[in-house]
Nanobody
Framework: QVQVVESGGGLVQTGGSLRLSCAVSGSIFSLNVMGWYRQAPGKQRELVAVITSGYSTNYADSVKGRFTISRDNAESTVYLQMNSLKPEDTAVYYC?????????????????WGQGTQVTVSS
């Protein structure tokens, strides 16, 4: 079983910064892709940024140049540095961890989500 715990959300003014953290624990054999998604009220969940175990990254166009995703493979942790925040960045941010876990003698795929952390940007 894999646990995913986010932290670092909060209330910030337009132009401000926040740093989200996500710690992954459990019977992890390997973590391939870790990422951040967000869901604003009345909207579908959307990709914000992802990073592979080899540190390749992909960002939503709306956050390119403002957000930076990074990861610490040794600590199974992923971060999202958010700068120049805008009111439209307001959403619940979810961490996702995809990889494989060890279950007894078996290695199984895993796709785990955190509970989410609220980010609110005031105008």
């Amino acid at each position: 079983q894999v646990q995913v715990v986010e932290s670092g959300g909060g209330l910030v003014q337009t132009g401000g910064s926040l740093r989200l953290s996500c710690a992954v624990s459990g019977s992890i054999f390997s973590l391939n892709v870790m990422g951040w998604y967000r869901q604003a009220p009345g909207k579908q969940r959307e990709l914000v940024a992802v990073i592979t175990s080899g540190y390749s990254t992909n960002y939503a166009d709306s956050v390119k140049g403002r957000f930076t995703i990074s990861r610490d493979n040794a600590e199974s942790t992923v971060y999202l540095q958010m700068n120049s925040l805008k009111p439209e960045d307001t959403a619940v941010y979810y961490c996702n961890a995809r990889g494989v876990v060890q279950s007894g003698p078996s290695i199984l795929p895993s796709d785990a989500w955190g509970q989410g952390t609220q980010v609110t940007v005031s105008s």
